[in-house]
Structure formats: structure tokens, C-alpha cells
């Protein structure tokens, strides 16, 4: 059974998520799984969300117990998670994901980074040897249903990142982009978001810092200037960006008291808050973009998209019971009529892959018909002719 614990920008404060961020690497998901009951585990940390997709046993008593209780144990204030995370389970986890990796559930509605960081988050937990086989074809089956809603929506066109969203709301304040200095924190995915995002408005000024010396390299393949000192950097820029994975500005690093705007997009946080308190710096966090961004509609078909999606992978699973009977009643006659075979005759091996193949012939469609029946919510009437034509329980 699939569990998911879902702590995000509705019922977590940001500071909570914050110091949670910092505590998540790349062991957390196989200390989930050392769990007795828990066979798997996807952890899923993003700028204003983490979550736990767990594959717990389905003889587990109270399985949201368990995974609040391996939360509160395994993460630095997760016993403060624990007390505000939802906790899903079976075919409402399964909706819950296929949602979030669509961007349903994001912060901004139809963001366009949180299919590749649910697919990381996979990818991470496959390396550390914590995904099981239902893991990984859910998580595979809500990539499915992203491609889709882009197929058959405008979303890529129309999603928002948190960045552009930011740009959004500064627009009465920046008419022209051109001249303003722009200092860019980080060298991820994000900050070349940024870029793509500043370029856009026209800005033209870019610089980029990097704690870890990827400057340099970065700067070189998006035609912006490296730095290589953070305060003397802050202190030529009219805005600062921030998207990396650790603190950089701090009250030291501002050397000047300048009029300057600085925006964190990190989780865990970039800047010190502290730094909101400088005379001459304005401070916008997750906190404020969350509670001052106008979220976009997102076209009712997106959300059809992913339901059908959903409501297909549920049903398809459903019929496995009725599957695995049906192929299993060919196995057995197969298995039987195999032992008919005269011993030694030249011909047995060939008489033996040609029964094999009949055998995977007359699987083959029967099992198709058994998804299609259970898409349309008519699988009992296939599972009651299974009982009427071939006896099975």
C-alpha cells in the first residue's frame, strides 16, 4: 500500500519546512525503508513541500502511525512536521502524487520544475536502493500523466516558476531592466531558470556567485560575468537572487546601505531574515511570494487529464487479481500439457516453445480485456464470466 506524508505551503508553516530541508539528504529515504513494515520509499523535498511516499506492507497496523513516528525519529524537527503533515494512503496517495508531479498542487499552480524534482526524487531513492516495483511504476505512470496535461493543455506555455511569478509582482516597480545590476546566488537549475526568466524582461546586467566556485563555468555557458566575493558582489547589484542549497547572505555580507531588493527562493532559506531587518534591504521570502502571488487559474481540462490518468492506473491495478488468475490457469495447463511430452524425441524442444508461445497468445488478450473492463468500472462482470468460462475462484 502507498502511503504518503505531504507537509507543503498549506498546512506547514515555511519555517518548519525550512529546518526540515536542511536535515533531508540523500539517506533519508533508505532510513524510511529500514522500517519493519516499510518495504520502499520516495522522499520528496522541494521549496515549499516535503513528502514521503512510502510502499508500506499492507498487514501494517495503522500505517499513518508508522510514518509519523519514523518522521518525528528520523528528520531534525520532525516531530513538529509530524504534528501538522496529512498523511494519504492507498488510491488517494496515488491522486495526491499524480497531482503534485502535474504541478496541481504547487504554491504557483502549473509550475514547470516539480515533474523533474519528483523524477529526481525517484532517481535518488533508486540509487540508495529504497524503491520497490509499486514505487517505481506509480511514480513512472504520474510522469505519464504530466506529459499529458502539457500534450493537451497550454501549461507549459502558461505555468508559472516561483521566479516569474516574483517578476510578476515586481513589474509597476521595474519599468525598464536593462540597466538594473542583478546578482544571481546559486549555479542549479533554478538560478538558470532565473536567467532565462531576467533575459525575458530584458534584463541585461546578470552576474553570477557560487559558494562551491562553479561560477565561473556557469557564467562562461549562460554569457553572464562571474563573481568571486560575495559582499563586493551584493554591494554592485540593485537585486539579488538567490536559489542554491545553503545559507549565503548573512548581516556580515552586507557591506553598504544601499537601497537594494534581495529575493530567497531557497528552502532551506538563502538569506538570514535577519538581512529583511538592514536599513535600505527589502526582504522577499516563500512566506511573502506565498501569501501575495495571485495564483493563475489552471484550465479545468489539466485537471480532467490527470484524474483520467489517475482513475486508468487504479483501475489497471485493480484488475491484476483477475489477471494473475487467468494467466496462472494457462500456466497450470501449460505446465500439464508439457509433461506429455515424449522424453527424447528430437522434436520436444520445439514442440515446447511452440506451446509456450500459445500460451502467451491466449494471456495476451484476455488480459487487455481485463484493464479495458476495469477502466470502464465493469470489472466484475469480467471477473464473473473468469469464473463461469475457466472455474477460477
Request: some cysteine; proline content about 3%.
Amino acid at each position: 500500500m502507498l502511503l504518503c506524508l505531504t507537509a507543503n505551503h498549506r498546512n506547514t508553516e515555511f519555517d518548519v519546512l525550512d529546518r526540515v530541508a536542511r536535515s533531508v539528504d540523500a539517506a533519508t529515504a533508505s532510513a524510511f525503508a529500514a522500517h519493519a513494515d516499510v518495504r520502499g520509499a520516495v522522499v520528496l523535498a522541494t521549496c515549499n513541500r516535503f513528502e514521503a511516499y512510502l510502499d508500506v506492507s499492507d498487514d501494517a497496523e495503522a500505517p499513518e502511525k508508522i510514518g509519523t513516528t519514523a518522521l518525528a525519529a528520523l528528520l531534525d524537527d520532525g516531530a513538529e512536521l509530524a504534528a501538522s503533515v496529512t498523511a494519504l494512503s492507498g488510491d488517494d496517495a496515488i491522486r495526491h502524487l499524480f497531482s503534485v508531479s502535474s504541478g496541481l498542487e504547487s504554491m504557483v499552480m502549473g509550475e514547470d520544475e516539480i515533474s523533474g524534482q519528483v523524477q529526481r526524487a525517484l532517481v535518488a531513492s533508486r540509487e540508495a536502493g529504497a524503491v520497490t516495483g509499486h514505487l517505481e511504476q506509480v511514480f513512472q505512470r504520474a510522469a505519464t500523466a504530466n506529459r499529458a496535461v502539457r500534450a493537451r493543455t497550454d501549461l507549459a506555455a502558461s505555468g508559472r516558476t516561483l521566479v516569474r511569478t516574483v517578476l510578476d509582482m515586481l513589474e509597476l516597480r521595474v519599468a525598464d531592466w536593462s540597466p538594473i545590476p542583478v546578482l544571481i546566488v546559486g549555479t542549479g537549475s533554478y538560478a538558470a531558470t532565473t536567467i532565462q526568466s531576467l533575459r525575458a524582461r530584458g534584463a541585461e546586467n546578470l552576474r553570477v556567485f557560487s559558494a562551491t566556485g562553479r561560477a565561473a563555468r556557469f557564467a562562461e555557458k549562460f554569457g553572464v560575468t562571474a563573481e568571486d566575493d560575495l559582499p563586493d558582489a551584493i554591494s554592485r547589484a540593485r537585486i539579488v537572487i538567490t536559489c542554491t542549497s545553503r545559507y549565503t547572505v548573512t548581516v556580515d555580507q552586507i557591506i553598504d546601505e544601499k537601497n537594494r531588493l534581495i529575493i530567497d527562493l531557497g528552502l532551506p532559506r538563502n538569506v538570514d531574515p535577519a538581512v529583511g531587518e538592514l536599513a535600505g534591504i527589502e526582504l522577499i521570502d516563500l512566506a511573502i511570494i506565498g501569501k501575495n502571488a495571485e495564483l493563475p487559474e489552471l484550465a479545468d481540462v489539466a485537471r480532467d487529464v490527470v484524474g483520467a490518468h489517475a482513475a486508468t492506473y487504479l483501475a489497471h491495478r485493480a484488475a491484476v487479481p483477475a489477471i494473475v488468475g487467468y494467466r496462472r490457469h494457462i500456466a497450470d495447463a501449460l505446465a500439464a500439457e508439457l509433461t506429455r511430452l515424449p522424453h527424447g524425441s528430437g522434436h520436444s524442444d520445439d514442440i515446447e516453445r511452440a506451446l509456450r508461445h500459445f500460451a502467451a497468445v491466449l494471456a495476451h488478450g484476455p488480459s487487455v480485456r481485463a484493464r479495458e473492463f476495469a477502466a470502464a468500472g465493469r470489472l466484475d462482470e469480467y471477473e464473473a464470466a473468469l469464473r463461469i468460462v475457466f472455474d477460477l475462484p
